[in-house]
């Protein structure tokens, strides 16, 4: 060999990578310029060979929202009941009556939990169960209460994040006050928004704090038949949502992805969802955005396009991903902290999107494949990018596995949930929670470990409350704290 031929190498410009795509040039102006991105354009990010360019474009984005600060937070999750009236196929989690694997927790379980909870430092019990068919609506406030109560018995907090959308219909039934919701146009509608609001209104009175994001699945009603029939349609859930941010709690969102949907599917998902925090932020006096050219179908003009918000002047845009624009979280580790928003904390809106891989071990759809390592990078970077208007992207370890979670850190996801202890519902999803649940899996890593990953991972790990906020631990074991 002459020695000619050992020169330094040099490095190789990210252009003249062999799978670069020149298409992608026009979404990386948009993402620079922090532009609403299109259905169009999120179908090139899904189909490209370039996932390298995916990847990077959500970590810029994610970048400028949070800096180099990560999120995790010490929490506890309460499965009340597995039994369900229903049986969706993807989920193995629930039981029927009388079943050998069936069970409902009383109020001494209750609060055995929450004493647990707080011994262990958690700041949130994250509870979520069947559509119980018997249950009374008593119940449900009980719980909420003997949590809080416990908590506050042992001189700390819990804050109590429960129950879905599609749980919180079925309350509304169990409350008798879901009868005229079934009555067509906007009557119906009504009737359907005001027993919500009851039933929140009386969760809140007992001390719920927001709400969780699961049973949203995949919102197409050619998916919903075939998977998870006899759930509740997306404008049902979307409503839920609407009525907790009009009454000040905020929530979450999930897309449950990689079954029998399309992956055009997902993007009609998240931009259901993007219109829906548009209009939770204008509430909030964010300055709107008037959507154009695209609807919820490619092509299609949006029935509500448009959302003014705070007219001009000081008030910040929607687009949260636009550079200097304000979250609407001031407590955290925020870049654009210094900016303030009109009428934060008299609203609630989305905090998080949380992508879910289906899992199809032990369902009846475990004939499917599942999604792939790298659709499960891809998926979670483009609802970054999507979701321009969202907070945070949650990498959720429990299903997307610590290693994943870690890599997602760096295309996208700012989050990684919790030191999470007896987690039932992993696998499949239930209405009430996320993904295919098997029966009872042992989730739990210590603080320790989620700090050593982040860090592992370049990022500073920064602890938070369910509402973002940054929580500061007192005293030699560190079990008292506070925001
Ligand atoms: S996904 Fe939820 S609603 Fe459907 S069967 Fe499972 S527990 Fe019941």
């Known amino acids: 060999m002459s020695v000619a031929t050992l020169s330094a190498p040099t490095a190789t410009p990210r252009t003249s990578r062999p799978q670069a795509d020149p298409r992608l040039d026009a979404v990386r102006e948009k993402v620079e310029r922090g532009e609403r991105l299109s259905l169009a354009d999120g179908d090139l990010l899904f189909t490209t060979r370039d996932i390298w360019t995916v990847l990077e474009l959500a970590d810029m984005v994610r970048r400028r929202l949070h800096g180099n600060a990560a999120y995790y937070n010490i929490n506890r999750h309460l499965n009340y009941s597995n039994v369900c009236a229903l049986s969706c196929k993807f989920c193995d989690f629930y039981a029927k009556a009388g079943e050998e694997k069936a069970y409902t927790r009383d109020m ?39 949590i809080r109560d416990e908590a506050k018995r042992l001189g700390s907090d819990l804050h109590v994040k429960a129950f879905t959308a599609v749980e919180i219909v079925h309350l509304c039934k169990i409350a008798k006050v879901y009868k005229g919701a079934s009555a067509p146009g906007e009557e119906g509608r009504k009737a359907r928004r005001e027993a919500i609001r009851f039933v929140l209104s009386a969760l809140k ?6 709400l969780p994001g699961g049973g949203a699945e995949v919102f197409d009603d050619r998916v919903h038949d075939e998977a998870y029939k006899g759930k509740i349609r997306s404008d049902v859930w979307l409503d839920v949502h609407r009525v907790a941010h009009e009454l000040g709690l905020n929530t979450n969102a999930t897309l449950l992805y990689g079954h029998i949907e399309q992956r055009h599917d997902r993007l009609v998902h998240m931009d259901m969802l993007r219109r829906a925090q548009d209009e939770a932020l204008a509430r909030m006096g964010y300055r709107g955005i008037r959507h154009s050219g695209f609807g919820i179908r490619e092509g299609e003009e949006s029935g509500h396009l448009g959302y003014t918000g705070a007219e001009g002047g000081d008030a910040p845009e929607i687009t949260l991903t636009k550079p200097g624009t304000p979250l609407p979280e001031h407590v955290a580790f925020n870049p654009n902290a210094e900016s303030r928003i009109p009428n934060a904390g008299s609203a609630g809106y989305y905090q998080t999107i949380i992508p879910l891989p289906f899992f199809p071990d032990g369902c009846d759809l475990e004939h499917l494949p599942g999604p792939s390592g790298l659709e499960n990078y891809r998926t979670l970077s483009i609802a970054r990018l999507m979701l321009d208007n969202f907070p945070h992207v949650k990498a959720f370890w429990i299903m997307q596995t610590l290693p994943m979670a870690q890599v997602m850190l760096q295309s996208g996801a700012d989050d990684i949930d919790g030191t999470v202890v007896w987690y039932d519902i992993t696998k499949v999803n239930h209405g009430a929670g996320v993904g295919a649940g098997n029966a009872v899996t042992n989730q739990e890593v210590n603080v320790w470990t989620l700090q050593k990953a982040i860090r592992e991972a370049g990022f500073e790990p920064i602890e938070r409350d369910t509402l973002y906020r940054r929580v500061i631990r007192d005293g030699a074991d560190g079990r008292i704290w506070r925001v």
């Not at 647990?116 to 009374?136: D, K, N, Q, W, Y």
């Open 108 to 146: 001494e379980y209750v609060r055995e939990q929450a004493r647990r909870a707080v011994e262990s430092g958690a700041t949130e019990i994250h509870s979520v169960g069947g559509l119980h068919p018997t249950l009374p609506f008593s119940y449900y406030t009980d719980l909420i209460a003997t």
């Open 205 to 210: 009175d007992a001390g719920l704090g927001s």
